[in-house]
């Protein structure tokens, strides 16, 4: 018996607005959100984020996660371990119809 694949879950910020534990945001609506959210990674919190979707628009979020120190993981006792993630806090979302220019994608760190 095959197992069907996990469904991601999707939380609903604003009206039109759904973003998923697929670390993507959906825009169904006229206006432009300023979504803020944060990555819970294997290392810790990572660093808190902005990303804008535009009307009727799917945004891609690049999750980035800090490295780890861990002492006597290798053979010259030290390691810099990367940080992957774990999953992903939305900590709101608001209409921001003038949004100031940020990176190619709208996402600002």
């Not at 469904?7 to 973003?19: D, M």
């Not at 998923?20 to 825009?27: K, L």
């Not at 979707?53 to 993981?73: I, N």
């Not at 810099?80 to 608001?94: E, K, N």
Request: charged share 20%; glycine share 12%; aromatic share 8%.
């Amino acid at each position: 018996m095959i197992a069907p694949a996990p469904q991601s879950s999707a939380t609903e910020l604003g009206p039109g607005l759904v973003c998923g534990d697929d670390y993507t945001c959906r825009n169904d609506s006229d206006d432009t959100y300023r979504v803020t959210w944060q990555m819970v990674c294997t290392t810790g919190l990572g660093k808190q984020s902005t990303t804008w979707v535009g009307p009727h628009r799917t945004e891609a979020l690049r999750p980035t996660c800090p490295a780890e120190y861990k002492p006597g993981f290798t053979d010259d006792f030290s390691k810099w371990v990367p940080g992957a993630p774990r999953s992903i806090r939305y900590l709101g979302a608001i209409i921001d119809n003038d949004p100031a220019p940020h990176g190619a994608n709208g996402s600002a760190g």
